[in-house]
């Protein structure tokens, strides 16, 4: 093989690489981030919770608040891949 | 060294500086995290106390906490303490702070563990109203007999007379409506809806002189169906639904023309005997004395005398209406519900408290938990003024709910000053000019001094969470440092570099120093805090101001160079202003 053919096949392979890994990056920021938005989703709602009051909306918006019992979960949806895979974070608070 | 090794060094410890960004980074979310999660668990433990408050205002302050610590230990935290805020004798908030644990692996820097303090504040906003459908009712202590209707029928003074009246639906009382209704509530009801004449006919007669309270006085007995009754009440006293126009009022026996008297049930008394002061402000100034007597019960009036005309000038403002009345008179909602909440006991169906979290400053809190007690202890009716009324407490405790995102946006602030302290000690080691690396030293010098001296101050400093691991890991490094600058001093053949050297070796010497009066937390990687005295701030001071004194020595010719480039652009930037504005 020629010293040309030689770097195509090592350009292919470690851009594939990069790819990958840009992607697998993407997705544990992606889970991070809703991770965290479920959590502080969590913390608002289960004051609101306690004290007796509606979970307002926008708290609503992007996640599934549910109580069960005396816990919160909060189930925020993750996309992954552009939507090639999906995933939830969950967070829970115990209430009163 | 050659290009290549310095390439090298600058590309190690350029990996050096990311990793080390990543440490801080990691550590910083690790605690960021926590103290979101502490301040959660101190918010839901406050809620849970106070919800248990607003329902039972008599709680004890160790159940509360029990509630609370339960709370904080579910979500992952621990009680560290608990206050109940009293204004007077009203309770109005619960006070917690809870720590919670944080742990977790931080890049390079392993598995770490801190503690995170939060602190939270729920307040409660009492209400009640009386039944729609019926009358005032009362907490008669079991008692039954004539004593509970007497206290029955003067429970419902001020309410307006009407004709053939016994029931809230119609108004108000008549005469006889009024006797009826006082023994039924008494658990003595009298059979059908006895007119003043069926009273008579059912009643033993009794001489004047024979009156006990509970027994019955009537007009026109000389017919044989009289058309008027009261019920004495004792003291020389009736309480009687006179006529239309007026309520039920408090007069004196002698007063209504009264020329025959019967007792409807014989025996002794079944009832606790009331307060004769209370009783008798209340018939002096025409007020309910269980109302009365539950003010002074709950401590919020010491004088009935001065409690009754308050009341009865705030019934006269709202007739008709008890609970306003008593809001009125105590100028406090929270405070009138709880009276009547004891005034009236299980009859009253309308007593609810509403909890809300209300903002919290460390210093107020423990400024409302110290005036609170005293007072609380005196147990006057003098407000602390520590809280609001109700529906302040409500916009509040939006408003704490709204704010509860931006803490982590603070913490984030914080961790954005600490990075950018850090990319200044980064920019004077990996910076290529050498002006701009001395200059980036000087501004990291300003800011260190401005830090110590701003610590001065306040009497110190203390070490937490980042700044404490920053310190922790500076400290060992500048003592190291300090030796390897006063040997480069020592070696160093121009004077220029004599001064740096030493100069830096005193700074880095003073300031771990100074770093290390804050003792033994210092190197205890358990302690979650360590507290450097004035006198280590003031090392610290001395050794940045030190450094800054030697950067601008060293870089005396470029600063003074850069100024007069600034002051040449600012006079040429001044001439074309003022040839641009000129006309000529």
Same mark, same amino acid.
């Given at each position: 093989?020629?010293? $040309? *053919?030689?770097?195509?096949?090592?350009? %292919? %392979?470690?851009?594939?690489?990069?790819?990958?890994?840009?992607?697998?990056?993407?997705?544990?920021? %992606?889970?991070?981030?809703?991770? *965290?938005?479920?959590? *502080?989703?969590?913390?608002?709602?289960?004051?609101?919770?306690?004290?007796? $009051?509606?979970?307002?909306?926008?708290? $609503?918006?992007d996640a599934t608040i549910q109580v069960r019992?005396?816990?919160?979960?909060?189930?925020?949806?993750? $996309?992954?891949?552009?939507?090639?895979?999906?995933?939830?974070?969950?967070?829970?608070?115990?209430?009163? | 060294m050659s290009e290549r090794g310095q390439i090298s060094v600058a590309a190690v410890g350029a990996i050096a500086v990311v990793l080390l960004g990543a440490v801080l980074l990691g550590y910083l979310s690790m605690v960021a995290a926590g103290g979101g999660h502490a301040q959660r668990a101190a918010d839901l433990a406050a809620v849970a106390a106070a919800t248990r408050l607003a329902a039972d205002p008599g709680a004890t302050p160790a159940a509360l906490r029990e509630l609370a610590a339960d709370s904080a230990r579910r979500n992952g935290a621990r009680l560290v303490s608990f206050d109940l805020v009293r204004d007077g004798p009203v309770p109005r908030a619960v006070d917690v702070a809870v720590a919670l644990p944080v742990g977790g692996t931080v890049p390079v820097a392993g598995r770490q563990s801190h503690q995170v303090d939060a602190r939270a504040r729920a307040g409660v906003a009492y209400s009640a109203s009386l039944p729609a459908d019926s009358f005032r009712p009362i907490d008669l202590h079991g008692g039954r007999g004539p004593l509970a209707a007497v206290a029955a029928a003067e429970a419902q003074v001020g309410w307006p007379y009407v004709w053939g009246g016994e029931s809230r639906a119609e108004g108000g009382f008549d005469? #006889?409506?009024?006797?009826?209704?006082?023994?039924?509530?008494?658990?003595?009801?009298?059979?059908?809806?006895?007119?003043? =004449?069926?009273?008579?006919?059912d009643a033993r007669p009794v001489t004047a002189d024979e009156l006990l309270p509970g027994d019955l006085a009537f007009v026109g007995t000389a017919s044989g169906a009289p058309h008027h009754v009261g019920m004495y009440v004792g003291g020389g006293m009736m309480v009687v639904a006179p006529h239309t126009g007026a309520d039920v009022r408090f007069e004196p026996l002698e007063a209504g023309g009264w020329d025959g008297f019967g007792r409807l049930f014989d025996g002794a008394p079944v009832a606790a005997g009331s307060d004769p002061a209370v009783e008798a402000a209340a018939r002096a100034h025409q007020v309910p004395p269980h109302a009365l007597a539950?003010?002074?019960? !709950?401590?919020?009036?010491?004088?009935?005398d001065t409690a009754a005309t308050a009341l009865a000038a705030a019934m006269r403002r709202h007739p008709g209406d008890l609970a306003a009345a008593l809001g009125d008179a105590l100028g406090d909602g929270s405070a009138a519900a709880l009276v !009547?909440? #004891?005034? #009236?006991?299980?009859?009253l169906h309308g007593f609810s408290g509403v909890v809300r979290l209300l903002p919290v400053a460390a210093a107020a809190v423990r400024a409302a938990a110290a005036t609170a007690a005293p007072t609380a202890d005196a147990g006057g009716p003098e407000p602390t003024g520590v809280l609001e009324s109700g529906e302040k407490a409500v916009e509040r405790g939006v408003e704490q709910s709204d704010h509860l995102g931006s803490r982590l946006s603070l913490q984030a602030a914080a961790g954005f000053k600490n990075l950018t302290r850090f990319g200044l000690t980064a920019a004077a080691t990996f910076v290529p000019d050498p002006h701009l690396r001395d200059l980036s030293t000087l501004a990291g010098a300003t800011w260190d001094g401005v830090e110590s001296g701003l610590?001065?101050?306040?009497?110190?400093?203390?070490? =937490?969470?980042? #700044?404490?691991?920053?310190?922790? !890991?500076?400290?060992? !490094?500048?003592?190291?440092?300090?030796?390897?600058?006063?040997?480069?001093a020592w070696t160093a053949r121009r004077r220029d570099d004599r001064i740096w050297y030493g100069a830096q070796a005193a700074s880095s010497a003073l300031t771990a120093a100074g770093a290390m009066t804050a003792g033994t937390d210092l190197i205890m990687l358990g302690a979650g805090s360590a507290e450097v005295p004035p006198v280590g701030a003031a090392l610290m001071l001395a050794g940045v101001t030190i450094l800054a004194a030697a950067c601008v020595y060293r870089e005396r010719h470029w600063l003074a160079a850069g100024a007069g480039r600034a002051a040449g652009a600012v006079a040429g930037a001044g001439r074309s202003l003022a040839d641009a504005l000129n006309p000529f």
């Open positions: 093989m020629s010293e $040309r *053919g030689q770097a195509t096949i090592e350009l %292919v %392979v470690c851009a594939g690489l990069a790819a990958i890994v840009a992607v697998g990056i993407q997705a544990v920021l %992606v889970a991070w981030a809703a991770q *965290g938005r479920a959590q *502080g989703i969590a913390d608002q709602a289960a004051v609101v919770v306690a004290e007796g $009051r509606p979970v307002p909306a926008d708290l $609503r918006r019992a005396h816990t919160l979960v909060v189930t925020v949806p993750v $996309r992954l891949a552009g939507g090639l895979a999906h995933t939830s974070a969950v967070a829970r608070a115990a209430l009163p | 005469c #006889s409506g009024l006797v009826d209704y006082a023994y039924a509530a008494a658990g003595d009801p009298l059979p059908g809806r006895p007119t003043a =004449a069926d009273l008579w006919q539950a003010e002074l019960r !709950l401590g919020l009036a010491t004088d009935p !009547l909440r #004891s005034a #009236s006991g299980v009859g610590a001065l101050t306040r009497g110190g400093v203390e070490l =937490a969470g980042p #700044s404490l691991w920053a310190t922790r !890991l500076t400290t060992p !490094l500048g003592i190291g440092f300090s030796a390897l600058f006063a040997y480069q």
